[in-house]
């Protein structure tokens, strides 16, 4: 079974860079953070839904997992996309705690276990749309029509579904991950006639995979801060505090005495994530709390490609030699 995971946004990062350099008195610092979390608690369940994926039978299918697709003049995004010779699958995640109230298609109410209540989006019309939308396409490529389902699955096996009104029930196609591959295999045996043969599947995954496109957020734009908002400074990879002090050719953090090479890479990376892709010596000077341009050039040099000439030169972040990872 082929299995593409399409590369996802880089939202995460971002937030994580962002929260990372919002001071804890920002006004913002308790939206960033919250949203951080959120964004990590949908990535876990995810990930924990791919255990029930793993017991399907091998070689009569693709997985695609969340492929983003532009399509008349937006993009529409499926969590998990199973092609089949006779059918195919959308199964949508949902990493939502506490309890659930469903109405039908109309608005979803969360409960949690303080009382407190939300009001969601309802998951059905939003897998229905994108499955229009699928729809269209293969329209578009002549791929003859497929039979397409959807699933809108639980991650969490503590999360309460429930339907708001005693004689309107929750819709058959909401379920808790661990009913998911049952509920595929009884889909799977409605559906016995082929429609497509696996040429036509391949070709559709190749169409896929040749547009996705992963979402591109600005964090800084979504939360209002500008970048004088910013921490300043190389952070310490031991203690985390900021700013560590360039001395003798290496960073040295002023609380835990580590001392380091490499560290303004991942400051470097933060800038690039936040604020610009390319910046000059004084910007740098300026967001690494570094006094020297002789210095600053060296260590821009060493690792990021140059463009420009000698006034106006600018280094490219996107172009870094050395992985932020290993720059401690
Ligand atoms: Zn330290």
Redesign the pocket.
């Known amino acids: 079974m082929p299995v593409i995971q399409h590369q996802r946004s880089d939202y995460i990062i971002k937030l994580e860079a962002l929260n990372r350099r919002l001071p804890a008195t920002h006004p913002a610092k308790n939206k960033v953070e919250n949203r951080l979390i959120r964004e990590k608690a949908g990535i876990k369940g995810e990930n924990d839904m791919n255990f029930y994926l793993r017991f399907l039978s091998p070689d009569n299918h693709y997985l695609h997992k969340n492929p983003r697709i532009p399509c008349h003049g937006s993009h529409f995004e499926i969590d998990n996309l199973l092609m089949y010779c006779t059918a195919f699958l959308a199964v949508e995640v949902k990493n939502w705690y506490g309890t659930i109230f469903f109405d039908g298609e109309s608005q979803v109410i969360q409960r949690h276990d303080n009382g407190t209540e939300i009001g969601y989006p309802n998951p059905i019309p939003q897998v229905k749309l994108q499955i229009h939308r699928l729809r269209l396409l293969l329209n578009r490529l002549n791929i003859p029509y497929i039979p397409m389902h959807y699933f809108i699955v639980f991650s969490s096996p503590k999360t309460i579904i429930k339907p708001l009104y005693p004689d309107n029930p929750v819709p058959k196609e909401v379920i808790h991950a661990n009913r998911l591959f049952f509920l595929i295999k009884k889909f799977l045996q409605q559906y016995s006639a082929p429609i497509l043969d696996m040429k036509n599947i391949a070709d559709v995954s190749a169409y896929l995979v040749a547009e996705h496109t992963p979402k591109m957020v600005d964090v800084m734009y979504e939360f209002g801060i500008k970048p004088w908002e910013l921490i300043k400074g190389v952070f ?1 990879p ?4 900021a700013p560590m002090a360039w001395k003798h050719g290496k960073w040295h ?1 002023i ?4 001392a380091s090479k490499m560290s303004h890479i991942s400051a470097l990376r933060d800038y690039m994530l936040l604020i610009s892709d390319e910046l000059s010596n004084a910007e740098a000077r300026k967001f690494l709390k570094l006094d020297s341009p002789d210095v600053m050039k060296r260590l821009l040099r060493a690792a990021y490609q140059v463009a420009g000439t000698t006034k106006n030169r600018r280094y490219k972040l996107s172009k870094c030699r050395i992985n932020a990872n290993y720059a401690e």
Do not use: N
Request: hydrophobic fraction near 20%; aromatic fraction near 0%.
């Open positions: 310490c031991k203690c985390g505090i953090c609380q835990c005495l580590h």
